[in-house]
């Protein structure tokens, strides 16, 4: 048995191939590019009973995922976050069954460590010992730190105004880390000059092949955690829509080991907020590709992207599953995030919570039906946005009694 059932790397726009033996970025047409595995191998080779003895994290799916040789693993314990049954929210919602696949609880508190812990253990494998990436925040924070873990050194550059937690993450990893007073199309352009001077490995959003490898384990998760069904809908918070692209070819490629039904697939549905929303105006239109959103502006920073590079892929999942996209506005997201909290006690990130308030919309639009089973993706920890909330709390003097409601 083979470690990795790796076979190549091809571009979903033009069809290229490439070998996975040099590290690659974009192909010559510019388009991201894409994993492919032996599945007619392994397919002979893997059973889903192989996985029962298997520790629960996310390189329970190794055949499955583009590392070769397991002595570059780098991990810190990421994966199989728990799926959470909402008795008390699908009841307020009116929705028959209502899951949170919670990221929140993952190393460096969002699920962006999947995509780092498989990108950077597959760079080290390629034998690169600097990469560099813009960011705005989470994405920074998660591979600067498996870097550290990894031995490798990282170039970080963030929007001042990014949170500053993560840039204290970055920091406190020794990472070569920069500020922009601009955006993260800025943060681009400067990363972009340095990985052409020097030859920093690019590890920018699809601009390796290796991210959406990691993310993709959130699908296989959720099938398996379902007892290896899919659910009817499942809704994710889309920035560059890495995770959605991910989860719709994590549970293509189930189908095509047989593990789930041929004709089983969730409705993907792809949220973003009403301060930058390419994708959903591009759906709404019924196009291909989406526009650059200008003056983007949202608390849910990790679903600020104006212009995903990937948005085509994005967009066919969305058509493929019969899905939908849909925006929320700030308002409505921290409302949400407040009543998940006080009902379910679980302290949801602003892009989570982004999410949760699609469900509650497409239920009271009849989209998302009574029966329906709905999983809902909460990206990351509430914690790691402690300037978010703003609540008023009485302040008493030592010696002061307390007015309870009983
Ligand atoms: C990055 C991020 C997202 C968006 O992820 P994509 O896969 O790029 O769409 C959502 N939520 C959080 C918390 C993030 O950090
Ligand atoms: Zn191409």
């Known amino acids: 048995m083979d470690y990795s059932y790796l076979s190549h790397l091809y571009c979903p726009k033009c069809q290229q191939t490439y070998s996975p033996a040099e590290p690659e970025h974009l192909c010559i047409c510019g388009s991201p590019l894409l994993v492919a595995y032996d599945m007619e191998r392994l397919s002979h080779s893997w059973s889903r009973d192989q996985l029962q003895t298997r520790e629960p994290d996310l390189w329970r799916y190794h055949e499955l995922l583009p590392l070769q040789d397991p002595t570059y693993k780098t991990s810190l314990g990421e994966g199989m976050t728990p799926l959470i049954p909402l008795p008390t929210l699908q009841a307020n919602m009116n929705i028959h069954k209502l899951y949170m696949k919670d990221e929140g609880v993952i190393p460096t508190g969002s699920f962006k460590a999947r995509g780092a812990a498989v990108g950077v253990s597959k760079a ?43 840039r204290n993450e970055c920091a406190l990893s020794g990472a070569n880390l920069f500020l922009v007073d ?5 943060a681009g352009q400067i990363v972009a000059k340095a990985v052409k001077q020097s030859g920093l490995y690019d ?13 993709k384990t959130m699908g296989l998760e959720i099938a398996e955690q379902l007892g290896w069904r899919v659910p009817d809908v499942i809704l994710y918070p889309t920035g560059g829509g890495v995770g959605l692209i991910g989860i719709y070819k994590a549970l293509k490629e189930l189908q095509q080991l047989g593990w789930i039904a041929k004709d089983q697939m969730p409705k993907l549905v792809a949220v973003q907020s009403e301060g930058c929303k390419p994708i959903v105006e591009a759906w709404e239109k019924g196009l291909k590709e989406s526009t650059f959103w200008p ?15 990937g948005d085509f892929l994005v967009l066919e999942a969305l058509y493929e599953t019969e899905g939908c996209a849909v925006s929320i506005d ?7 995030q407040k ?31 009574e029966e329906d089973e709905v999983v809902v993706l909460n990206t990351g920890a509430g914690i790691k946005y402690p300037d978010t909330v703003k609540m008023e709390v009485p302040v008493l003097n030592p010696g002061d009694t307390i007015k309870t409601k009983v």
């Open 339 to 369: 009543h998940i909290t006080q009902t379910e006690g679980v302290f949801v990130c602003p892009e989570g919570a982004a999410a949760f308030s699609a469900a509650r919309k497409l239920r009271s639009e009849g989209w998302i039906t």
């Open 330 to 336: 700030d308002t409505s997201l921290l409302e949400e």
């Open 182 to 186: 601009g955006l993260i199309s800025d």
């Open 295 to 309: 003056n983007s502006e949202t608390v849910a920073f990790g679903i600020n992207v104006p212009k995903a590079i």
């Open 124 to 166: 080290k494998e390629l034998g690169v010992e600097e990469l560099a990436m813009p960011t705005n925040g989470n994405a920074g924070a998660a591979w600067s730190l498996y870097a550290a873990r990894a031995s490798l050194k990282s170039t970080i550059v963030m929007p001042v105004d990014a949170p500053k937690i993560t």
């Open 203 to 215: 590890v920018s959003t699809l601009k390796e092949p290796y991210r959406i490898e990691g993310k």
